[in-house]
């Protein structure tokens, strides 16, 4: 067995049990009582300000009474008819910058109500039983396409469904979820959740969904148009961004999230290789959980090298104290110059930065840093789909999704907004609340 | 640190806290120990007559409310009184009176109601050496199907008459200890006091049912499926038992007879309150079967700490001085004009104050832009509803107008007059009286 110290990159750096108990849930679930307690500190607010932080509009004070009073299966519907992967929203959105820091004993005592926490509470409760919740309406026999089997597609999809369409997502991975199955760090999704909710939403009826069909190279927007009624896009961010920096076809040189996607499609983690050293490049959510799980998975040390000052980095400062009580290090004002090595990578070159005005120069004073592995995390684009009106490199839309093609409606992170699971959810139903109206003549 | 050694009829102890008759006082073995954690005194579980002992149900006895985090609210019970024979009872008390003359021990006695039964078990109570008897006129469930307590307590002649009984066979203080279940307090006190008693004590516990069970639909506890009405104790029923006590200690024909408070007293603070108003001491029973003996340590401290704080040198200083400030609502000052002031630094912008008086008060409180919240003096009426429910402490504030000034509500100038409803002029009582 190898272990952290092993030169280059190696797998079973950790024994099973050890990485089993790292790679366990982040935030273990609440137990009847303390959900009873946790419920118990909300104020049951006037037009509630966690309610406009939540992308979604969950109704939060009243899932919580529902909650408090011996219901969680009722706050569940609650949270449901506003977003139904609500079960996984509250195992990744970052609530700190959502929901828990507008919570007013947030200002009151910097300890917000835990409402991620209970919001699992209630949708665990509810998935726990048989069956699905909602009824499908009667067939409208419209038909209505969606691509990719993300957040913004599942959800689409569902309320498409709910509503009497027939659904069709084409996605082209093997497996379903999206980044909530292969990007999602794995301690905030455990026991295969990700799988389970798609399976337990797919419970509501009339979605069919087939793999292994990707739009653009089997499949085209004109088929698409002309076999359905209506067509959503939900494909994601689906390139990576380029280092440019020296050495980067280096053997030990990887995108953070390929790294993490062979991480979650891993099923046992002792086969799983990773370098003694690694650098992260970035400072985003990406290069939070990249780190994070490299340390987990055995790494010696872990650096995250980020070219701004650190306030800057987009990752919330929850999440960057959770790098460092992992044993991550944080470098900012730091970008790459070279990786070093003799065709595997041994090194990185560093420089250090300052920004004025937000513009960032190298003062060319560098640091050398021991690293065999190297994972890039700065940053996915859009594969660009012809035909479509852009808008900063996203697919341009107004209103609840609408792109420049009429029929056609885009949402999640391949339109402009944030890139949150939440968000996608909120883009996926609105847009199918906007699909139905237009099939309907409702709208 | 000031003392809190309290003389209450003659009887000294070493704090005002007393533990009522209860379980924490059914034995030697419970009453040592609250002796040597601090208890200035102890009234003993009741007693009954001599002969076989009574028995309680073997089922669970008590019920509870609670609230979040199982915060015990208030108990309810379905014991009745002593189960143990009385020469055992009477011979422990004795045994720990000897040991411990320096703290109070009372004898709660529930006999039927007839002069012999009280005149056989008086001289046999006075000769463990207690330092008084309770008379237990009070205890709702049980005892008082069989003619006892609670069926006493509710008829002012019998209360009367059996507190003459006692004062005529035993030569130490009695006290009467009333039920809560009744109409107005004052008619069983003023019988006490007409028998010649020396103090009341209240109140017993509250006739109460805590919940029911939704699954068995049986109310709890449960006995077998089938439930029985209990007595409620504890935090929730303090606001009843002060009310009480006040009632009694400014009736003019009970004023100044002695009053032991009981009735949710959990901490020194509740003390202190029930001591203002007009109790001579304390007595405690949930805060004991909650926490155990020790917490008298806190309420030792605190009331001490709170005394010199204020300068009181003894419990005598306080007694008694906020009775002059229970007052009849005819006699409030209707001239006194307040209005809602919400601390804008100190608003943590929750809202609730604008639901409470936008939805069930009187539309005085406005949601600007930003969720900043505002009184609109020209609506508010001073009710204090959003005082009670916001969630930060004097965040929101009433402000006295100051005389001179217009109550935009009312468009009147403020005065700083004294008058009351007797004196107003929408009062048809006050107008004949011109
Ligand atoms: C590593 C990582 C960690 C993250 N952690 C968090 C987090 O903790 N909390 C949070 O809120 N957000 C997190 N995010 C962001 C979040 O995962 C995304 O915002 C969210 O998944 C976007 O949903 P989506 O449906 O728009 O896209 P995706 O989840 O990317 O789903 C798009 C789907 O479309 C499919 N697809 C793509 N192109 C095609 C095509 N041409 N034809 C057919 N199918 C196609 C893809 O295979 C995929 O299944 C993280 C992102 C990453 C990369
Ligand atoms: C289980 C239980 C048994 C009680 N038994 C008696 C009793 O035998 N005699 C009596 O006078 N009061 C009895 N009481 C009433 C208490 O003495 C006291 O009046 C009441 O509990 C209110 O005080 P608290 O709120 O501090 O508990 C009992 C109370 C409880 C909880
Ligand atoms: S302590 Fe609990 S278990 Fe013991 S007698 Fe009392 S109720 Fe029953």
New binding site residues.
């Given amino acids: 067995m190898a272990n952290p110290q092993t030169p280059g990159i190696a797998s079973a750096r950790l024994d099973a049990a050890t990485l089993s108990e790292n790679f366990a849930d982040l935030h273990p679930p609440l137990s009847a009582h303390e959900a009873a307690v946790a419920a118990d500190r909300c104020y049951f607010c006037h037009d509630a300000p966690c309610i406009t932080a939540c992308p979604t509009d969950i109704d939060i004070p009243l899932f919580i009474r529902q909650i408090a009073t011996g219901f969680p299966e009722a706050a569940a519907r609650t949270i449901f008819d506003q977003n139904i992967l609500g079960g996984m929203c509250a195992r990744v959105c970052p609530t700190e910058t959502l929901c828990e820091e507008a919570c007013v004993r947030e200002a009151a005592e910097g300890k917000p109500v835990e409402i991620g926490r209970l919001q699992r509470h209630a949708t665990d409760a509810a998935m726990a039983r048989q069956g699905h919740p909602y009824a499908r309406a009667p067939e409208t026999g419209k038909r209505v396409a969606v691509v990719g089997a993300g957040p913004a597609g599942l959800a689409c999809a569902h309320r498409l469904a709910m509503y009497g369409h027939a659904v069709t997502i084409y996605e082209a991975r093997p497996r379903p979820g999206g980044l909530n199955e292969y990007g999602i760090a794995s301690y905030k999704s455990v026991d295969n959740f990700a799988a389970r909710e798609v399976d337990w939403l797919l419970g509501i009826g009339g979605i069919s969904l087939e793999h292994g069909r990707s739009l653009g190279t089997d499949l085209s927007l004109e088929e698409l148009r002309a076999d359905h009624d209506a067509v959503f896009l939900g494909i994601g961010l689906g390139g990576v961004n380029a280092l440019g920096a020296a050495g980067d076809d280096r053997d030990g040189v990887t995108d953070a999230v390929t790294f993490i996607a062979d991480l979650r499609q891993t099923r046992d983690l002792t086969t799983l290789p990773v370098g003694r050293h690694v650098v992260v490049i970035g400072g985003g959510m990406t290069a939070v959980d990249a780190a994070v799980q490299a340390k987990l998975l055995g790494a010696q040390d872990v650096t995250i090298a980020y070219r701004r000052d650190q306030d800057a980095m987009p990752a919330s400062r929850y999440e960057q104290d959770l790098a460092t009580a992992r044993g991550v290090r944080i470098l900012s004002n730091v970008m790459p110059k070279a990786i070093l090595g003799n065709g595997t990578a041994a090194g990185i070159e560093l420089e250090y930065t300052t920004v004025t005005d937000g513009r960032v120069t190298g003062t060319g004073e560098t640091l050398h840093l021991p690293a065999d592995m190297i994972l890039r995390a700065i940053g996915q684009r859009l594969v660009p789909v012809d035909g479509l009106e852009m808008a900063g490199g996203k697919i341009a839309v107004t209103g609840p999704g609408r792109t420049s093609v009429p029929g056609l409606w885009a949402g999640g992170d391949c339109t402009p907004g944030e890139d949150l699971t939440v968000v996608a959810v909120a883009e996926g139903r609105d847009a199918a609340e906007d699909i139905h109206a237009a099939l309907t003549g409702a709208g | 640190m000031a003392d809190l050694t309290t003389t209450f009829l003659g009887i000294s102890s070493p704090n005002p806290f007393w533990l ?4 924490p006082t059914d034995k030697e073995y419970n009453v040592r120990r609250a002796f040597e954690a601090g208890w200035g005194g102890v ?1 003993w ?2 007693l009954g007559e001599s002969g076989p002992p009574i028995v309680n149900v073997n089922g669970p ?2 019920g509870v409310v609670h609230g979040a985090d199982r915060r015990v609210l208030a ?1 309810n ?1 379905i ?4 189960d143990r024979p009385l020469e055992v009872n009477l011979e422990e008390m004795a045994r720990v009176k000897a040991d411990w003359p320096d703290r109070a021990l009372i004898a ?1 006695i ?1 006999v039927p109601c007839d002069e012999a039964s009280w005149k056989a078990i008086l001289p046999r109570v006075a000769e463990t050496g207690c330092d008084g008897i ?1 008379l ?1 006129f ?2 709702p469930h049980g005892m008082s199907e069989r003619g006892m307590g609670s069926a006493v307590g509710q008829v002012p002649e019998y209360i009367e008459m059996v507190t003459r009984w006692c004062k005529t066979y035993y030569d130490k203080p009695v006290i009467v ?1 009333l039920t809560p279940n009744i109409t107005d307090i004052r008619y069983p006190a003023r019988a006490a006091k007409n028998g010649g008693a020396d103090a009341v ?1 209240l ?3 509250v006739s109460s049912i805590t919940s029911v069970n939704l699954d068995t639909l049986s109310p709890e506890p449960s006995i077998d499926g089938k439930g029985s009405h209990g ?1 409620l ?3 929730a ?2 606001p009843i ?1 002060l009310n009480m006590v006040a009632e009694i200690a400014r009736d003019p024909e009970t004023r100044g007879l002695p009053i032991s408070g ?5 901490t020194w603070r509740d003390a202190a309150e029930f001591m203002v108003l007009g109790a001579g001491n304390v ?7 909650t926490y155990g003996f020790k917490v008298v340590q806190e309420m030792i401290t605190g009331l001490a700490m709170w005394m010199d704080e204020k300068g009181y040198r003894a419990t005598s200083d306080f007694i008694g001085q906020a009775v002059p400030n229970v007052t009849d609502w005819q006699y409030l000052n209707l001239n006194y004009v307040t209005k809602a002031r919400i601390d804008q630094d100190a608003c943590i912008k929750c809202g609730r104050c604008y639901a409470a008086c936008e939805d069930t008060s009187h539309q005085a409180i406005w949601m600007h832009e930003g969720r900043v919240f505002e009184v609109n003096d020209a609506e508010c009426v001073a009710c204090n509803l959003c005082v009670d429910v916001c969630p930060v402490e004097n965040c929101i504030t009433m402000e006295r107008l100051p005389a001179g000034s217009v109550d935009p509500r009312t468009g009147k100038v403020v005065s700083d007059d004294y008058a009351n409803w007797t004196q107003h002029p929408n009062n048809p009582a006050s107008q004949a009286a011109e």
């Fill in positions: 009522a008759s209860a379980p009234v579980k009741t006895r008590y108990l019970n014991e009745l009184i002593t709660s529930m309770e237990n009070g205890c200890k004590s109140i017993n516990t007595g104790c504890g935090p029923v303090k038992a009981i009735g949710g007293v959990t007595q405690v029973c949930t805060a004991a079967m």
